[in-house]
């Protein structure tokens, strides 16, 4: 059984707990909150559960060997850190960190201490999307790619009353880019590598990171392009073209329906596709599926891929967003 011990007490603490319990491989032990009020009310409906306000006494809790941290993403790398410096593996919400400096040092503390990293990319675990990756034809047959993930964030009012929440401020490394973009472009990087070149043309607010923007990703005979947005809501769906057809996808942060338009024998082909009630529960499972059999080759095998595709994913992000002139405080560092 695996301890868990919680940072962030919002609504994606939530749904990633009950995906952890509806395993059966998990159970809460922990919950760190600034006020204990906080993490008593968080922790109080996951019956027996031990509370901290300062994180050196959380991470002092000798039976928890395993956290989730859903803080604002600036404090993500320091929270790792301390972390995996007290012997714990840390599943990370994404974005795991701000600048592939933070990355590496995380991955190499890692491998060091002989812990696991995870940064919960939800959407690369779902059966769906191993489903489309098994469709998928050799990359000489891709002609390209249009992912888009665009929802409106009621904190945005905020900014508009001239206020700077987390997720739109550059001080705790928040944008649509980083939010929301990251989704898409986990998912191009999953399926087709790491691309040539990375571009972005972001819409910046008065904060001073981007409410929406337009990325490419070009590789050696195609491109994909990336729309995100925090400040709009988008309902288009995902599209890949092969030299044969166009595989229809209903989203790319979630799939849970997917369509191949075959243009020579001109017929559709539905793929089997669905999503659980909790999407978190497939990337709860196959994490706990490593921590619990850490001297399985395969699972070894499969978790490197997942950290070297972090670090790609992370070093994209940051390629893009300086490319738009959007900094982080964390830049600084």
Not at 12 to 39: M, N, P, W
Request: include cysteine.
């Amino acid at each position: 059984m695996i301890n868990l011990g919680i940072i962030g007490t919002n609504w994606i603490t939530h749904q990633f707990v009950e995906a952890a319990l509806d395993t059966g491989k998990y159970q809460l032990a922990a919950v760190y909150s600034r006020r204990l009020e906080t993490a008593q009310e968080f922790g109080g409906c996951y019956g027996d559960v031990e509370y901290a306000v300062d994180l050196p006494t959380f991470f002092d809790i000798a039976h928890l060997d395993t956290i989730y941290i859903a803080s604002p993403n600036s404090l993500h790398f320091e929270q790792t850190k301390m972390a995996i410096l007290a012997g714990k593996n840390v599943i990370v919400e994404k974005p795991a960190f701000s600048t592939p400096k933070e990355m590496d040092e995380i991955i190499k503390l890692a491998n060091e201490k002989r812990v696991f990293f995870f940064e919960a990319a939800r959407n690369i675990h779902e059966k769906a999307f191993k489903t489309v990756a098994d469709f998928l034809p050799l990359k000489d047959r891709i002609l390209g790619a249009d992912f888009s993930f665009a929802k409106y964030s009621s904190r945005y009012d905020l900014v508009l009353d001239g206020e700077e929440p987390n997720i739109f401020s550059p001080h705790f490394s928040g944008g649509a880019l980083v939010d929301l973009g990251v989704y898409p472009i986990y998912a191009a990087l999953a399926w087709f590598g790491m691309p040539k070149e990375s571009h972005y043309f972001g819409n910046l607010i008065s904060t001073g990171v981007d409410g929406l923007g337009i990325g490419v990703l070009r590789y050696d005979n195609f491109d994909v392009s990336i729309r995100t947005g925090k400040i709009n809501d988008s309902y288009q769906k995902a599209e890949i073209y092969l030299d044969n057809g166009t595989l229809e996808m209903n989203a790319i942060n979630s799939i849970d329906e997917a369509v191949f338009h075959d243009r020579n024998h001109k017929n559709r082909e539905k793929l089997t596709v669905q999503q659980l009630e909790n999407p978190m529960v497939e990337e709860a499972e196959i994490f706990a599926q490593v921590l619990l059999n850490p001297e399985d080759c395969d699972l070894g095998l499969l978790y490197e891929e997942w950290v070297e595709l972090a670090r790609n994913v992370n070093q994209v992000l940051y390629d893009m967003r300086k490319s738009a002139g959007i900094v982080f405080d964390a830049d600084e560092k």
